[in-house]
């Protein structure tokens, strides 16, 4: 009796360790809506944090340019002991003092004349520094009139509005890239679903053959075409498996995270139909909201302010400043102390450079030309990709509904052929088109709605569709 309660406890904690190990392995699967996985992608993404930082660093730019039209205060002091004072070459005071006095006492006649008494007139090395000198000094400089730091303010600015563009128009495209790799997720598991429906079915239909063949209802000849049916189908099973996994594991570099994390996804694959707007309208919309296109703008906005920031150089510049200053001078740290003020302008114009500036405002212009080019260019893409997304809709939305007909028919044929079997007056050969057929008209289907949502969610990423949902994200706290 002891030794059958010892097993039956053994037994007993084998099974709890076995159900915790289970739970910690499905606790690890991480599922997703698609709202999470583009809130995690949008957390993760590189490209994003640059930008969200070069956004950071515009502003900060901002904040610098106005530094420049703003007082600027210096404080500055200094002490220095000489170790050896400094000579020069001058006229020697004490010979000029002693032959000014003889001079005198000989023209009064106070002395006789002697001009012995003259000491002759030379130039002697002499120091006029003193051992010890300190000073104090603070300078007050004001910025009155520089071109160059006024339109920096407005560019600065303009850059800021740049940084931001760029932001949203990684976002947009991230959302995007997000969107097609999870409904290329639940695409897959969709198809692996009905693949799997599939095999389930051959199997299914490979007991009945078995049971049928032994009551002598079905030859060989289709019991054996019943196993090559399940054997034909298990390959493809295998590989939509593989498929789910490779998408899995693209879907995780997306979302930047770990590859060994396990994540699956979960949300609605249905077609839902929507009024398809008019090509006109739709590209003049394109126009106005593509992230891309402001951002190329901006961009022009900005090289634009960079001419205003090279003709700048022919414009003079204007400071005024103050500075009051304490100082003293000692040889024996007994100091002399003086103090002393003064304010004052400081006007500065270059006549000429080499023809830098010139050459610096052509490089400008030229760049402003570009930029246009470009957007020119790029007016061109949008129009064309707009009309392509919703030609892709209107031909995807009959297609999606001549496909859910067919998977009406098809499912209908293969219901029949099984009862036909069934009754005697069909066969195995039967049972295996349909269900191929059925199969087919399934992936079919699934891959309408997914090319149907996938061009919906371009056309709207070209569109410069609201994202002002995930921009939370980028706030600053």
Known sequence: MEKYLKQKLILFFIFVAVFLIQGSVFAQTKTLTLDEAINTALKNNRDIIIAALNVTKAEAAVDEAFGYALPSVDVSANFSHFLQKPKMSFPDFEALLTNATYGILFDEGVLPVDNSKFRPMDNKLQSFAQTNNYEAKLQLTQTLFNSAVFNGIGASKIYVDLSKEELKRIVSETILNVKKAFYGVLLTKNLYEITNLSFLNARNNLNNVKAYQKEGLVSEFDLLQAEVRVENIRPALLQMENALKNAKDGFKIILGVEQSEDIDVV?????????????????????????????????????????????????????????????GSSDNLKFNNYSSAMVGVTFSINLFMGGQTKNRVEQSQIAVKQTEHQIGMFEDFISSQVKQKLNELKKVEAL?????????????????????????????????????????????RLQAVYDYIVAKSELDQLLGGSIDDYMNIFEKN
């Open 267 to 327: 949300g609605g694959f249905e077609y839902e139909p929507s009024i398809i707007p008019s090509v006109g309208e739709t590209v003049e919309h394109a126009l106005q909201t593509n992230y891309s296109l402001k951002s190329l703008k901006l961009k022009r906005d900005v090289d634009e302010a960079f001419i205003d920031l090279d003709l700048a150089e022919y414009w003079p510049s204007l400071y005024g400043f103050a500075n009051y200053s304490y100082a």
């Open 400 to 444: 999606v509904e001549a496909q859910e007909r067919n998977v009406n028919l098809a499912t209908r044929a293969y219901e029949i052929a099984t009862i036909r079997y069934k009754e005697g007056t069909g066969n195995q050969l039967e049972i295996e088109n349909a269900d191929i057929a059925l199969r087919q008209a399934r992936t079919n």
